[in-house]
């Protein structure tokens, strides 16, 4: 049976694009006869709030969207996450990183040709990995906050792919990455990892998402690959923009399914545009 979810973080009201994204999910799942999931990916809490989570609810429903079972709300298995953050500590595939912002720039601006990872952001050049272990048990025990990196180059899994819909096997570079966090100074888990735990957890089967996010699918299926999880298929879709042709973003207050609400446009005819533009 196909399965597929659609995921936000409630860190804003839903937009067209969200829209689009959690209508794809939910036509393939209705088409098919499958399950259609919603979760929402809660875990940053300095940008997520409550009120945007419930919102975001009451927007599908209003465009007519139902999903199957309760909604998963990541924030309530933050245990699950530390789980899995340990497992990978107790193979040695990753490791604490008290570095700040500032102290890995300065590192990086040193480095004579830092390499960049598929988000533009330069890799992180490895700093903490070269610390002993006893100077991570003593700054630890000292109170130090810390991120926890994968070690990419243990880490690693030559050979890796997954089934992109429409294009068939794309061969992974999660490489590219680096040593990525998968938990951050502040906040207990990361995307990458959350939504990868989630999705095996969940037992989708076709991930449907915007296709800014397919580079992430390659660190995704490496972390399948390392807890032995399901990869899924994926279909990722292109992303809507307005007239201009820029891409439509949160900050675009007037996208909001809110606002062309509050405007009087209706659900029927938000659905007629993505039909439109697939
Ligand atoms: N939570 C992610 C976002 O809002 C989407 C995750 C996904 O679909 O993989 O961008």
């Not at 390659?218 to 899924?232: F, K, V």
Request: proline share 6%; aromatic share 8%; hydrophobic share 40%.
């Amino acid at each position: 049976m196909i399965i597929t979810r659609f995921a936000p973080s409630p860190t804003g009201y839903l937009h067209l694009g969200h829209a689009f994204s959690a209508f794809n999910a939910w036509k393939r799942a209705r088409e098919a006869g499958g399950r259609f999931l919603l979760r929402l990916e809660d875990i940053d809490p300095g940008r997520c709030r409550p009120d945007y989570a419930a919102a975001i609810q009451e927007d599908l429903a209003w465009l007519g969207l139902d999903w199957d079972g309760p909604v998963r709300v990541q924030s309530e298995h933050l245990g699950d996450y530390q789980g899995v953050l340990d497992g990978l500590a107790e193979r040695g595939l990753v490791y604490p990183c008290f570095c700040t912002r500032a102290d890995i720039a300065r590192e990086v601006a040193a480095s004579a040709a830092a390499p960049h990872g598929p988000d533009g952001a330069p890799q992180y050049p490895g700093t903490c990995r070269r610390l002993s272990v006893t100077e991570r048990a003593e700054r630890i025990a000292a109170g130090e906050r810390f991120a926890v990196r994968l070690d990419m180059a243990a880490a690693f899994r030559p050979g890796l792919y997954f089934e992109e819909e429409g294009e068939g096997r794309i061969t992974c570079h999660p490489e590219r990455f680096g040593d990525v966090v998968l938990a951050r100074k502040d906040a207990p888990a990361s995307y990458h990892l959350c939504v990868t735990h989630d999705d095996a957890m969940q037992g989708v089967t076709l991930v449907t998402r915007g296709v800014d996010l397919k580079p992430a699918t390659d660190l995704h299926r490496l972390l399948q690959a390392l807890m032995g999880w399901s990869t899924p298929v994926y279909a990722h879709h292109r992303l809507l923009t307005d007239p201009e042709g820029k891409r439509l973003a949160k900050r675009d207050k007037a996208a909001t399914l809110r606002s062309l609400r509050a405007e009087g446009v209706s659900a029927r005819a938000v659905i007629e545009r993505f039909g439109q533009s697939q």
